[in-house]
């Protein structure tokens, strides 16, 4: 590193410890020739009195500029530049730098010689080359290559070229890989990872009867093409976007029409649309040409995040905070990055900046929500039909009571207190209450109505029904003609046929600026930034596309080592239960190195080279001999590599929270398989929607739809699904992609006590008792063993649970109360107590740690 003066060095020297990330040296290259860029950053200046951020003194204007709170330097004129009066202060808190030795009284009279003589720079290309540091010579920022498959000692194991690498490693380390799982295990495995059910008995004998070398292969393909693909790897994309069916915080209120999102997901991935365009349009759909009302659906992923409803909270601080969340859900999901730690300062660890971050921030600052009217197919026919006679009897009811001056008097008093506030505190509450239940309040309220959608429009009329402010309430005349109003045309909505809607994202019409919020603080602006990338990483490219659908388009381009290393590696996760990097979330410095390095980046090129067809990566994992392992453990490698890191075995995975819940219903005959739709409210136990503080209540779904799978029960952020809690499912409020497992005694009591399990334990009962073919009690366990496990049973299970059997049919015999509870359903033919003793039996299987493991 070459300084141009002893000036510069000094100035180095002086002001390194004003900023937290100090003097940091850049690249770029022009004309071929690469030049060094040091620069200052003062974000440890706190508050508009002591702003001197963005000072650059090797640029003249960066310089010249300074902070709001003056210019740092004015040429010929020392007395009137703020740096001279900063390095000079004793005062705490305002002097700089703010620890560390004070500039002295030497170098400080060179600082006012220099200024006073006009303070003149040489900006002229430096000759030293750019030397990058240790943080950002870390694996995970370096171009991804593609590695030849390296030589191995037992070429003919490996299926494809996934294996080749793992068993290279076990090569070197002189040992050999374990023999491929029996049929039974096999296919369980395959079903439970590609679409988190597991397979009926018939599917398991047409798999083992199956003599063909495509046997396997062809069982991968058929789960690829169900639509309950969809669901399972939805399930875990979910969990990165911060899912959940309400807001989260003190009100938490629900979201009506979160799930549409979700199908959109669950269709998306059906389709095996390319992860590229997956993710450009839930980061910027509605900036596509042409936007389709999908396209803008897909941006929900946005929408996802917590937001506060709470009166006292500031619109600022609250969009402040949401955008954070995206930023810090984008660069996690997609770079495996903790970007967040950059909002105060410079990345402790990594090669961030605080000013990068915010340079993120820019990307995402003009997004604004906006609900849409997105139909699914079937319904726009019905509505357009509905509609017109809705609106026709809308707009009577209107004019009968005389709502439109009424709204206009409420409009103007709702906009009179947002400029005033203070001056009619009864007013100031209907405002709070305004801003608080709709997204982009101000906006909606301030527009003109032609700017407005019709949703727009008839939100702003339905909230003046339902909440019509102070004076009207006391006037019981206008009182009564608006309850009316609002009742009959409440009726009427009622009436019309499913009228879905979405929340997506939309760019605004005037731009605003981005400045770095000084350590974190929304209230401190410092520089104005523009939207920029890391340095640390490939440029974005330029061009005259949007600033944040270039960004979507960055993310996924085969230009950013990141992306893809992070994608594959999240896959891996959930076939084997690690990431070959284990702390999926980070990429960073100081997360886990990979354990086979060269596999995930030979992954990574495969990955973009295949399109990015996520079900082709897929395919290409399971049909591999590392796959298709054993789980059995292995005592000739336990001590060397007790947590498996060398792949010489399969893992056994207890199932997450979904699928635990999925199997049950599913081996017990009462699961309802229908594709996407609204969320459901299975039984869940008493009291628990009362623990929140809005104290929700949990009405239970009825019909098919208390049946559903796990990944359609509604989330309520603070009192969530108790099973789903209780095996792992992540909380939401952040973006989660990868969840821990634990194994608890809470959970063997959830699988004995909970409602939704007994009544599985009732139908699978039921269906033992109908479907055996025959009445012998071995052949009716038989056939719960192939429904809960797909094997048989030994003997010695035989004769245990023959035992069990007898004993529960004893207990029942004398017990009334609990044999009519266990044998509610009607078992033709069948005495009362057998029928509850299967129930028993039915529960003991559904405990099995077998039954919740994936081996």
């Known amino acids: 590193m070459r300084f141009q003066s002893v000036l510069e060095l000094l100035l180095i020297v002086a002001l390194g410890p004003w900023g937290l990330g100090g003097w940091t040296a850049q690249g770029a290259d022009f004309n071929g020739d690469i030049e060094p860029i040091f620069h200052q950053r003062c974000y440890g200046c706190h508050g508009p009195s002591q702003q001197m951020n963005g000072l650059r003194l090797d640029q003249k204007a960066a310089a010249l500029k300074g902070g709001y709170s003056g210019a740092a330097i004015v040429p010929g004129n020392s007395s009137a530049s703020k740096l001279i009066e900063r390095v000079t202060s004793g005062k705490e808190g305002f002097k700089m730098p703010p620890a560390g030795s004070p500039v002295s009284a030497a170098e400080a009279q060179l600082l006012r010689q220099w200024i006073d003589q006009g303070a003149r720079w040489d900006e002229s290309s430096r000759s030293a080359p750019v030397k990058l540091s240790e943080q950002e010579k870390h694996w995970a920022f370096q171009p991804v290559s593609r590695p030849a498959l390296p030589r191995v000692t037992g070429p003919s194991w490996a299926r494809n070229a996934v294996d080749h690498f793992v068993l290279a490693k076990l090569d070197a380390e002189g040992i050999k890989p374990s023999p491929e799982a029996g049929k039974n295990t096999l296919i ?38 169900s639509p309950h693909y969809g669901e399972k790897w939805a399930m875990h994309w979910l969990d990165a976007a911060r899912y959940a069916d309400s807001d989260g915080y003190e009100k938490d209120l629900v979201r009506p029409h979160a799930w549409r999102w979700r199908n959109w997901v669950i269709d998306a991935l059906n389709r095996d649309m390319p992860f590229d365009q997956f993710s450009i349009e839930q980061i910027a759909g509605d900036l596509l040409p042409n936007a389709t009302v999908e396209q803008r659906v897909a941006t929900g992923l946005l929408r996802n995040g917590t937001k506060n409803r709470e009166a006292g909270v500031k619109a600022a601080e609250k969009r402040f905070e949401e955008t954070i969340d995206r930023i810090n859900t984008v660069s996690t999901v997609w770079l495996g990055l903790t970007f967040g730690c950059a909002q105060c300062h410079d990345h402790k660890y990594d090669p961030l900046t605080q000013q990068e971050f915010y340079q993120m921030y820019a990307f995402f600052n003009n997004a604004v929500e906006r609900d849409i009217e997105a139909p699914l197919p079937g319904e726009r026919g019905p509505l357009l039909r509905a509609l017109p006679e809705y609106y026709t009897e809308r707009e009577r009811i209107l004019q009968e009571g005389g709502m439109a001056e009424l709204e206009v008097r409420w409009h103007e008093n709702i906009i009179s207190a947002m400029d005033h506030p203070g001056v009619n505190t009864d007013w100031d509450f209907a405002v709070t209450a305004w801003r608080g239940g709709n997204d982009r309040a101000d906006w909606t309220i301030r527009s003109d109505p032609g700017e407005l ?75 104005e930034v523009r939207p920029m990338t890391p340095a640390v990483l490939p440029p974005l490219d330029t061009g005259d596309k949007h600033p944040r659908l270039r960004l979507a388009e960055w993310l996924v381009s085969d230009k950013n080592p990141l992306t893809p290393r992070v994608a594959v590696n999240r896959m891996w996760q959930e076939f084997f ?67 498996n890191l060398l792949l010489a075995r399969q893992n056994r995975l207890r199932l997450p929270a979904e699928l635990v819940r999925d199997n049950a219903l599913q081996v017990s005959g009462l699961l309802y398989p229908e594709i996407g739709g609204k969320s459901v409210f299975p039984p869940q136990p008493a009291g628990v929607g009362e623990l929140g503080y809005s104290k929700k209540t949990w009405v239970v779904s009825t019909g098919p739809d208390r049946y559903r799978r796990g990944i359609y029960i509604h989330f309520q952020r603070t009192t969530p699904y108790p099973m789903l809690v209780n095996f792992d499912a992540p909380n939401t409020l952040t973006t989660a992609p990868r969840r821990e497992r634990s194994n608890t005694a809470l959970q063997a009591l959830n699988l004995l006590n909970d409602p939704a399990f007994f009544e599985a334990a009732q139908g699978l009962a039921a269906r033992l008792l109908a479907e055996a073919p025959s009445e012998a009690f071995s052949d009716r366990l038989t056939h719960a063993y192939r429904l809960c496990l797909s094997r048989k049973p030994s003997s010695r299970e035989v004769d245990r649970l023959s035992t069990y059997f007898e004993q529960q049919r004893q207990i029942f015999s004398s017990g009334q109360a609990a044999l ?28 099995l740690d077998e039954f919740i493991t994936r081996e």
């Open 188 to 225: 369980r495995r395959v079903y439970f990872d590609l679409i988190g059910l597991p397979p009926s008995p018939a599917e398991v004998d047409a798999f083992i009867n199956d003599p063909s070398e495509r046997a396997y292969e062809k069982v991968v393909d058929r789960l690829l093409r």
């Open 453 to 527: 959608t019709q949703l727009e429009r008839d939100k702003i009329t339905d909230w003046f029904l339902g909440s019509s402010g102070p004076d009207y309430a006391k006037d019981e005349e206008i009182k009564t003609r608006i309850e009316k109003a609002r009742d009959e045309i409440q009726d009427r909505k009622e009436s019309l046929p499913a009228r879905t809607r979405a929340y997506t994202m939309v760019e605004r019409s005037e731009p605003v600026a981005t400045h770095i919020a000084l350590r974190g603080d929304y209230r401190a602006s410092g520089i």
């Open 820 to 847: 009519t509870e266990a044998a509610s359903f009607h078992a033709p033919g069948v005495e009362p107590e057998e029928a509850a003793a299967w129930v028993s039996v039915s529960r003991a299987l559904m405990n």
């Open 577 to 643: 239960g690690r990431g070959i990097v284990r702390t999926a979330e980070d990429f960073g410095t100081q997360g886990e190195a990979p354990t086979h390095p060269v596999l995930l980046d030979w992954l990574a090129s495969e990955f973009v080279a295949r399109g990015w067809s996520q079900k082709g990566m897929h395919r290409l994992i399971v049909t591999s001999a590392a796959y298709r392992q054993s789980s059995r453990a292995r005592p000739d490698v336990e001590e060397r590599d007790p947590a």
